[in-house]
Structures are given as C-alpha cells and as structure tokens.
T-cell receptor, first 111, second 115 residues
Framework: NAGVTQTPKFRVLKTGQSMTLLCAQD?????MYWYRQDPGMGLRLIHY???????AKGEVPDGYNVSRLKKQNFLLGLESAAPSQTSVYFC?????FGPGYFGEGSWLTVV | GENVEQHPSTLSVQEGDSAVIKCTYS??????FPWYKQELGKRPQLIID?????GEKKDQRIAVTLNKTAKHFSLHITETQPEDSAVYFC??????????????FGQGTILTVHP
C-alpha cells in the first residue's frame, strides 16, 4: 500500500517554464489537496478536489492550475513558473471527515 | 474563512520536561482538530486528533485538549525525548458541506528537545 505518491521529488525550473506535479493515491479517497509550504508560513492550500472531474480554488491559487481526470490522480500545473513559486509542494488526500494523508513532498526551485 | 493561530513559533525544552503548544481558531463551526509532526525533509504525519464532542484525548506521552467555548486547543507532550524534536502543526476543519474537509493549518512550532 503506497498511500500518497508525488512525482517528481525534486525539480529546478527556469523562469517562464512550465511543469506538472503528479499526485497519486491508492486509498480510494474522494478529497485531494495541493499545499505549498514556505518557511514560517505553515501549509497553505493551493487547490483542492472533492471528486473525479472537480476542482476548486484554495487560499493561494494564482499561477497554478489543476486537474482530476481520474479519482486516484490529482495534477498540479505551473504554466509559467516564477521565482515566487519556489517552495515545497505537498499533496494530501482524505476520505471526508478525518485526517489528511500527505505525500512525501516535491521540492521545486525556480531560477 | 477559518484562521488558525499557533504559539509559540519556537520552543526549546530539556529532555524529560513537558512541552505545550497552543492554537486558537476563528470558525466556531470547526469540529475536527488534528496535530501533525514534521521532521526535517519529511512529510507531515498525524500524531493525534480530537473531535469537538471530546474535551481531551491521550495517546501515551501525547495529549490534546480542546476548549470549544474559547476556541482553542493545545498539544501536550510529557517526558520529552530528543526524537520529539520536529515542527508541529495544528489544524482545524469544519464538517462536510462547502468546507469539503479542508484543513486550515497553523504556522507551526519548532520544538527542540536538548539531551
């Protein structure tokens, strides 16, 4: 049972480049989330999904897009990366009312 | 929306002492409060959680207390050990509906336990 898996784990991008982070969960959870973690600011919600084919904006959605074409996968896209998007990105999934289970994180640096 | 404030931002204790981290929340409808531990370079991992129909919950050296009237909850770690050193996050969530189980996190507390 892998739980929540994120790929890639590390990536360096040049300003203006695009990329996609993949989150996959094997727990049949309905809800999935993308957070970013910056020093001193905790975990901030970027986008979330309440089921296959649905997405919604979180606290800091600007500059990101998401898709959930399959229940087990939640993709986070950066169309034109900016240095301000240098961060650690965590995906999480949960089965409604209860704790979230996090992936191992993706370290993104935009130069 | 929900706002969660966490204090202190850093906490340093001697091995064997107790540590207390406090969080306040703004949304009176929140009814689920988990605590996560995050070691350096690792993912946040759930260590204990509490629901609003319970005032206190214990799990070995860890306990969480909840005061719904005052809208605050606290993490208590007794007999601290060096391996307890990590960043601790509190979070709050409303039940279903438009919140969709979203967790709002506090800013984190860096706990250092000195041998």
């Amino acid at each position: 049972n892998a739980g929540v898996t994120q790929t890639p784990k590390f990536r360096v991008l040049k300003t203006g480049q695009s990329m996609t982070l993949l989150c996959a969960q094997d727990m049949n959870h309905e809800y999935m989330y993308w957070y970013r973690q910056d020093p001193g600011m905790g975990l901030r919600l970027i986008h979330y999904s309440v089921g296959e084919g649905t997405t919604a904006k979180g606290e800091v959605p600007d500059g990101y897009n998401v898709s959930r074409l399959k229940k087990q996968n939640f993709l986070l896209g950066l169309e034109s990366a900016a240095p301000s998007q240098t961060s650690v990105y965590f995906c999480a999934s949960k089965a409604g009312f209860g704790p979230g289970y996090f992936g191992e994180g993706s370290w993104l640096t935009v130069v | 929306g929900e706002n969660v404030e966490q204090h202190p931002s850093t906490l340093s204790v001697q091995e064997g002492d107790s540590a207390v981290i406090k969080c306040t929340y703004s949304d009176s409808a929140s009814n689920y409060f988990p605590w996560y531990k995050q070691e350096l370079g690792k993912r946040p991992q759930l260590i204990i959680d509490i629901r609003s129909n319970v005032g206190e919950k214990k799990d070995q050296r860890i306990a969480v207390t909840l005061n719904k009237t005052a809208k605050h909850f606290s993490l208590h770690i007794t007999e601290t050990q060096p391996e307890d050193s990590a960043v601790y996050f509190c979070a709050a969530s409303r039940p279903g509906g438009t919140s969709y189980g979203k967790l709002t996190f506090g800013q984190g507390t860096i706990l250092t336990v000195h041998p």
